[in-house]
């Protein structure tokens, strides 16, 4: 069975931190997709990573596959409130169209 | 912009009932899903549908039912309501596409579910 672990599951930080959000599997994924979701909302693409070692910047947020298409981060940089939400990994099943998601990180900044 | 939009932002049902989610879209996408999201365990796949009138099981089936008579619509039905079911439940879109792994998935509001 493919599991997604995303780490840590609740953070809270002040306004200007920075934080970093993992996701990890002892499967290899074909792609990885990043989503956040604000309260009462359906979760949003971030983006979607595709190739072992990529890299890809979004403003503040800075998301990294790993080599080995195993893992994956979410780096931000100088969070701002409106940083708060839910943000989840999902992993791609091949070809299927379907995703595996993680637990979730719930992320709170305080201003 | 791509919608989908789910009838019921909360629904408040009793054990034992028949309950119907309904979920539209507008991008005339192929894949639909039905997932359940509950704190701690993240969104976890009920039901797949990959085009009209096909459907496939998820993680967790059990308890639950699927119609998809057009393209734009899927149907979750609890076909006998249980207080475990209480949840939030998403639906989902999204193309096949060329590489259907990368394609991204496009999200309802939700419903909130309440099972007395």
């Known amino acids: 069975t493919q599991l997604l672990e995303q780490s840590p599951q609740f953070l809270s930080i002040q306004e200007g931190e920075n934080l970093t959000v993992y996701c990890n599997s002892s499967s290899v994924f074909s792609s990885l997709q990043w989503y956040r979701q604000e309260p009462g909302e359906g979760p949003v693409l971030l983006v979607t990573v595709v190739t072992g070692g990529e890299v890809k910047k979004l403003k503040r947020l800075t998301f990294q596959f790993g080599d080995a298409r195993k893992d994956s981060s979410l780096h931000i940089t100088a969070a701002q409130t409106g940083d708060t939400g839910l943000y989840l990994c999902a992993g791609a099943r091949g070809n299927t169209g379907k995703l595996i998601f993680g637990q979730g990180t719930t992320l709170q900044v305080k201003p | 912009d791509v919608k989908v939009t789910q009838s019921s932002r909360y629904l408040v049902k009793r054990t034992g009932e028949k309950v119907f989610l309904e979920c539209v879209q507008d991008m005339d996408h192929e894949n639909m899903f039905w997932y359940r999201q509950d704190p701690g365990l993240g969104l976890r796949l009920i039901y797949f549908?990959?085009?009209?009138?096909?459907?496939e099981k998820g993680d967790i089936p059990e308890g639950y039912s699927v119609s998809r008579e057009k393209k734009e619509r899927f149907s979750l039905i609890l076909e006998s309501a249980s207080t475990n079911q209480t949840s939030m439940y998403l639906c989902a879109s999204s193309f096949p596409g060329q590489g259907y792994s990368n394609q991204p998935q496009h999200f309802g509001d939700g419903t909130r579910l309440s099972i007395l």
């Open positions: 549908s990959y085009d009209v009138k096909m459907k």
